[in-house]
C-alpha cells in the first residue's frame, strides 16, 4: 500500500471520468461541476492523479491555485459563448450540433495567436517544415508528432488547438532528418528548443529516436538543447519511479555526453509545485546528470498574482539549484480574460518580487509579452514631465537590430496586451513598425 503511494501509476482523468473521482466528486458543488463540463466541451480538459493527490488542497476549492489552473473554470471570451454551449448541454442538443457549435467557438478563441501559423514555419527547398518554428535567428523550435499532448492540461493554454483534434491546425511532424539538415543549413542556429505539448510525455524510446539523430549529426554550430516541459510540475514521476524514468535520464546523461548544453525549460506555475518529495527527487535526479533546469511561468490572475507568491517561488527555486528565466504575459488567445490581469499590475508584481530577492533568484527576465514582433518585456513606467510612459524592449525579435533599443507607449492601467498599447509622445507608430515586419532570416 505504502509502496502504491510513493510510486504512483499514471492516471489521467478526462470531462468523462472526472467526477467518479471521489475527492473531486465530494469538493464540488452540482453547479462547479456543470461549469467544468461547459468550458470542458469546448477547452480540452485533462488532470491526473498527482495533481488531483498531491498538489490540490480539495478543503480550498474554488480558490486552490492549482485546482484554479487545471479545472476549466468560466473561462470563455464571454459568458454569451458560455451560455450557448450551456444552453445546447441542457437541451441534449445532438453530437453532429454541438460539434458544430464547439468547433465555432473554438474558432473565436484565436487559436493561432502572433501569426504562428503564417510566419514562423520553416521552408527547405520549398518544401514546409510543419513541424518547426524558426522566428528568433539563433533558437529552432521543434514540436515532436508525439509530444503534442501534457500530463494535464492547463486551463489558459494557448496551445490548446493542438490538443483537441483541429488537424489542420496541428503543428507535427514524424521526421527529424529535415530538422537535422535544417539545423545544418543555418549556421547561425545555436540552440534547439524541443516543445509541444510536453515532449516529456513521450516514452524514453521514442524521445530517443529524435534526439539521438541530432545530437550524432556533428553539426558543430548546434550547442544548447533544450527541452520545454510541465512534467516536473505536473508528473515528476517521470523522472524518478516511471516504468522507463531510467532511459530518460540516461538520454540526458548521452546528451551531456556528447558536449551539448542541456536546459530543461521548467514550467512552475506556483511554489506549491515545488514542495512534494516527488518534485524534490525529480529535480535532484535530473541536476546529477549535469543538466541546467530553467524555470518559466505565465503570470496569472487567481493562480500566482502577488508578488509573495514569485518571491516564495524563485527562492525556492534557487534553493533547489533552478534557475529563473522568465514571467511571462499570458496570450491573447482562449481563456486569457479570466486568468489575465494589466501589464500595470504584472509589472508592479514582477518588481517587488525582485525588490525581496538577492541576485541569484534575480535572473528572470519579464513582464514579457510573446508577440507577433517578438518578446517584449515591460521594463517599467517612467514618470515624465508629460505624463506616464511605459518603457518597453524587445528580449527578442525577428529582427536582430531591434532589440535593446528601448521604445515607449502611453500609460494605460487597462492594457493586458501589447495591442492595446500606442506609442508615447504622440507618434503614429512604433519604431519597429515603420519598415514593416520582417521575417526574421529563415528564408
Ligand atoms: C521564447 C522563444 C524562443 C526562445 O527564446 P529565448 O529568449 O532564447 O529563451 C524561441 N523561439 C520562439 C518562437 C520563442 O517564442
Ligand atoms: S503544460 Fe504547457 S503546453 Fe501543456 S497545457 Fe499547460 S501550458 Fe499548455
Same mark, same amino acid.
Given at each position: 500500500m505504502l509502496g502504491s503511494l510513493m510510486h504512483p501509476k499514471y492516471q489521467a482523468y478526462s470531462l468523462k471520468t472526472i467526477f467518479k473521482n471521489e475527492k473531486v466528486s465530494r469538493a464540488l458543488s452540482a453547479d462547479q461541476k456543470f461549469a467544468i463540463e461547459v468550458v470542458g466541451r469546448v477547452l480540452p480538459f485533462k488532470v491526473d492523479n498527482y495533481v488531483i493527490d498531491e498538489l490540490i488542497d480539495w478543503s480550498n476549492i474554488p480558490d486552490d491555485p492549482i485546482f484554479q489552473l487545471t479545472f476549466s473554470q468560466r473561462v470563455m471570451r464571454s459568458y454569451r459563448q458560455f451560455n450557448l454551449v450551456a444552453d445546447a448541454l441542457r437541451r441534449g442538443e445532438t453530437d453532429d450540433r454541438m460539434t458544430l457549435l464547439v468547433n465555432l467557438i473554438r474558432r473565436e478563441l484565436n487559436p493561432h495567436p502572433a501569426g504562428q501559423m503564417e510566419h514562423n514555419i520553416p521552408v527547405i527547398n520549398g518544401h514546409e517544415l510543419r513541424g518547426m518554428q524558426h522566428k528568433y535567428r539563433e533558437t529552432v523550435l521543434f514540436f515532436p508528432a508525439r509530444g503534442q499532448t501534457c500530463h494535464s492540461y492547463c486551463s489558459f493554454c494557448f496551445r490548446w488547438p493542438q490538443f483537441v483534434g483541429i488537424d489542420e491546425l496541428k503543428f507535427a511532424m514524424e521526421e527529424t532528418a529535415e530538422l537535422v539538415d535544417y539545423i545544418r543549413a543555418h549556421p547561425y542556429i545555436t540552440d534547439l528548443l524541443i516543445t509541444g505539448g510536453d515532449p516529456l510525455v513521450m516514452s524514453g524510446e521514442v524521445l530517443r529516436a529524435y534526439i539521438q539523430p541530432i545530437i550524432s549529426s556533428g553539426i558543430e554550430h548546434l550547442i544548447n538543447i533544450r527541452i520545454g516541459t510541465k512534467a516536473l510540475g505536473y508528473w515528476p514521476y517521470r523522472f524518478t519511479t516511471d516504468k522507463d524514468a531510467d532511459a530518460l535520464i540516461r538520454l540526458f546523461d548521452e546528451i551531456m555526453e556528447q558536449d551539448f548544453h542541456l536546459s530543461v525549460m521548467a514550467h512552475f506555475t506556483h511554489p506549491t509545485e515545488l514542495r512534494t518529495n516527488a518534485v524534490r527527487k525529480a529535480i535532484a535526479r535530473i541536476r546529477n546528470t549535469g543538466a541546467q533546469i530553467r524555470t518559466q511561468s505565465p503570470i496569472l490572475r487567481r493562480v500566482n498574482d502577488s508578488a509573495e507568491i514569485w518571491t516564495q517561488m524563485w527562492k525556492e527555486q534557487v534553493q533547489l539549484g533552478c534557475i529563473p528565466y522568465y514571467m511571462f504575459i499570458t496570450r491573447d488567445t482562449g481563456a486569457q480574460d479570466y486568468f489575465a490581469l494589466s501589464l500595470e499590475k504584472a509589472l508592479r508584481i514582477y518588481q517587488n518580487s525582485c525588490a525581496q530577492l538577492s541576485g541569484l533568484a534575480k535572473t528572470a527576465r519579464g513582464p514579457v509579452m510573446s508577440a507577433n514582433q517578438g518578446k517584449i518585456e515591460v521594463s517599467g513606467v517612467a514618470e515624465l514631465p508629460g505624463g506616464k510612459i511605459f518603457v518597453l524592449k524587445f528580449l527578442?525579435? !525577428?529582427?536582430?537590430?531591434?532589440?535593446?533599443?528601448p521604445f515607449f507607449a502611453e500609460f494605460n492601467d487597462q492594457a493586458i496586451w501589447f495591442d492595446s498599447l500606442t506609442p508615447a509622445f504622440?507618434? !503614429?507608430? =512604433? =519604431? =519597429?513598425?515603420e519598415t514593416g515586419v520582417k521575417k526574421a532570416g529563415v528564408s
Open positions: 527578442q525579435s !525577428r529582427n536582430p537590430e531591434w532589440l535593446h533599443q504622440g507618434a !503614429r507608430q =512604433f =519604431f =519597429f513598425e
